[in-house]
């Protein structure tokens, strides 16, 4: 159920609707979209990334602005890591949703969901139209994703810590299967100091998860604050590497870093990706400041976002 949108949300909800009539509608679309992307050279592959990346950033302004909540900071600063896992890593299915040997992708980070869901649209797991329900009474669409109201969840996640314990799980349940399928799981840098994922990482390592691949989204921010300043995650690299993975590290807003450093293992090691990114990506008065963690933008402000972003 939707509620009514307060009438200064007019003017970009109507360009929002505008936009739907126009966007991907089914899987099907998505498929050839895939198509285009493996057949298209480096320069093309990073404009379709950078055209469906830009989409899915003016789409979260316009879901967390209608919603009166989200975490558009994050949200902004992942938007290029799903854009180039979804389009050009994955194997997926969305037509078969539970494909057995599809690849898993789990968002440990489970409060940026609006870009997650609008990935998931785009994909054609669901309509687009359903984004509008963020965050609405009895809307699927959750301030966290969870996995039995919206296809395309592997797992339920919010809780900071839980999404890589779960992911090293299905790494373990591909191999004694011996499928193919490969695990990605998204951390924000600040759920890094949680005790849960230095256990984890230890066990994917002990494991030889070379099917395993997490991505940190390094920002440098938390809520409240610069993760350094509330517990110090640096040397972050050294780290890792101490715990016996393979570690890469990328610009996450340069999709050909990016799909480089998804590539599978080398090492025979599981891989961690730090990725780094900027918190509120693509909007001036956004990037790089705490404060739009989990701040919604007013109505104006969306107009000045959306015209960056045009």
């Not at 891989?271 to 900027?278: D, E, G, K, L, P």
Request: aromatic share 6%.
């Amino acid at each position: 159920m939707m509620g009514a949108a307060p009438s200064s949300l007019q003017p970009y909800l109507e360009e929002w609707n505008s936009m739907l009539d126009s966007d991907v509608t089914e899987a099907g679309v998505w498929r050839r979209a895939r198509e285009s992307f493996e057949s298209a050279d480096s320069q093309g592959k990073q404009k379709i990334l950078r055209e469906r990346a830009t989409h899915t950033r003016r789409s979260v302004l316009t879901m967390i602005s209608h919603a009166g909540m989200g975490h558009i900071g994050g949200d902004l600063s992942v938007t290029d890591i799903l854009t180039t896992l979804f389009i050009g890593v994955l194997r997926i299915d969305p037509e078969n949703p539970e494909w057995p040997d599809r690849d898993r992708f789990i968002l440990s980070k489970g409060h940026c969901a609006a870009s997650f869901y609008s990935t998931l649209a785009y994909a054609g797991y669901f309509a687009p139209a359903e984004l509008m329900s963020f965050m609405q009474p009895l809307s699927a669409l959750n301030g966290h994703p969870n996995r039995t109201k919206v296809p395309g969840v592997e797992s339920n996640t919010g809780p900071l810590g839980h999404g890589l314990p779960i992911g090293v799980g299905q790494a373990i349940a591909a191999k004694l299967l011996k499928s193919p399928s490969r695990v990605f799981v998204v951390l924000g840098d600040g759920e890094m100091q949680e005790g849960s994922n230095w256990e984890a990482l230890m066990a994917g390592a002990h494991r030889g998860l070379d099917n395993l691949t997490i991505v940190i989204d390094r920002n440098l921010l938390q809520q409240g604050d610069r993760t350094e300043e509330t517990n110090r995650l640096e040397p972050l690299a050294d780290k890792l590497t101490s715990f016996g993975w393979e570690v890469r590290e990328a610009d996450g807003h340069d999709y050909s870093a990016l799909l480089d450093a998804f590539l599978p293992s080398t090492t025979g090691k599981p891989v961690a990706v730090i990725a780094h990114t900027t918190k509120g990506k693509g909007v001036s008065f956004m990037e790089d400041r705490v404060e739009w963690h989990h701040k919604v933008p007013s109505a104006e402000e969306t107009k000045r976002a959306l015209a960056e972003l045009a």
